[in-house]
């Protein structure tokens, strides 16, 4: 089959004007779920290529990063039906801002590791949910096409799952145990 890059479709846009506009979200998306920032790189190109192939098929029945980050959720499944679930490495969880001093690095190393705990206790609709949410900077009506949920779900497991980390960040903040998920 002949894939033709440069093919309309939204609103008259190409295939590769949807590509440059997408492509950091779909990234963002997979590195913030993903432990190995090449699995991501790698899973972002199998994302783009499914979409590329299937671009005929694209109805436009929700918009084109709802059914982009449709795929690239399915392939994140797909992905860890093939391996052991790793979520968020410190590398991809560091903050922008260089450490000052080997003291701030080390504070930003643990900082990010007791984030890291803390998603991964949510289940993983939450981190569904959340990694939408933040890294692919999706609003809530597109969250609830791309999981099948209706928006007003999606409203509220994003609430429980941030009071869940404001609980247990305000926890460790006081030198408490964390609390455990039921």
């Known amino acids: 089959m002949k894939v033709d890059f ?24 997979l590195r913030y779920r993903m432990n190995s920032s090449w699995d991501a790189d ?18 436009g029945e929700a918009s084109f990063a709802v059914w982009l980050f449709r795929i690239a959720h399915n392939a994140y499944v797909d992905f860890l039906r093939g391996c052991r679930e790793r979520f968020f490495s410190d590398g991809e ?3 922008l801002s260089a450490p000052s001093s080997p003291e701030d690095e080390l504070l930003r190393e643990e900082e990010v590791r007791q984030l890291r705990e803390m998603l991964w206790r ?22 609830a096409l791309i999981l099948g949920k209706t928006e007003s779900s999606v409203r509220m497991i994003h609430h429980r799952s941030l009071k869940l980390l404001r609980i247990e960040y305000s926890g460790i903040e006081e030198g408490g145990e964390r609390i455990a998920q039921k």
């Open 6 to 29: 440069n093919q309309k479709k939204e609103g008259g846009v190409s295939f590769e004007e949807l590509y440059d506009r997408h492509f950091d979200a779909v990234n963002r998306y």
């Open 42 to 59: 790698d899973l972002t190109a199998a994302v783009f290529l499914k979409a590329l192939e299937n671009f005929h098929k694209y109805r």
């Open 93 to 95: 969880m560091a903050l």
């Open 122 to 143: 949510l289940s993983p609709e939450q981190r569904d949910v959340i990694s939408l949410r933040y890294a692919g900077e999706l609003k809530f009506r597109q969250i």
